[in-house]
């Protein structure tokens, strides 16, 4: 079992970037498939970004690609997502997440969470 705690989200102006983090506690961090998801107001939860063991495995969704990097330190048992070139759209509630297995891109597929940091992007 593994136990996420995200940080870094905040208010930023459009054009502009964040990190977060995903600090995860439990054994075998490195055995995990990790993802971020968002979740804009009254709008469901979509993913965003997910990356396995190595960076061959790695997958975003359209709207982030060129844009957003997912990383891991298993060293530190933590994932990161650099947010670049932010856009109002990108304004949401921010999870983390884990899952074993392969990559998957479904928030039905992992089976940890955390508990979210707000992201938001100001025009």
């Known amino acids: 079992q593994v136990q996420l705690v995200e940080s870094g989200g905040g208010l930023v102006q459009a054009g502009g970037s964040l990190r977060l983090s995903c600090a995860a506690s439990?054994?075998?961090?490195?055995?995990?498939?990790m993802g971020w998801f968002r979740q804009a107001p009254g709008k469901e939860r979509i993913f965003v970004a997910a990356?396995?063991?190595?960076?061959?495995?790695?997958y975003y969704a359209d709207s982030v690609k060129g844009r957003f990097t997912i990383s891991r330190d298993n060293a530190k048992n933590t994932m990161y997502l650099q947010m670049n070139s932010l856009k109002p759209e990108d304004t949401a509630v921010y999870y983390c997440?884990?899952?074993?297995?392969?990559?998957?891109?479904?928030?039905?597929?992992?089976?940890?969470w955390g508990q979210g940091t707000q992201v938001t992007v100001s025009s």
């Open positions: 439990g054994r075998a961090f490195s055995s995990y498939v």
């Open positions: 997440a884990a899952r074993r297995g392969v990559v998957r891109t479904t928030d039905d597929d992992f089976d940890y």
């Open positions: 990356r396995g063991w190595s960076a061959g495995s790695t």
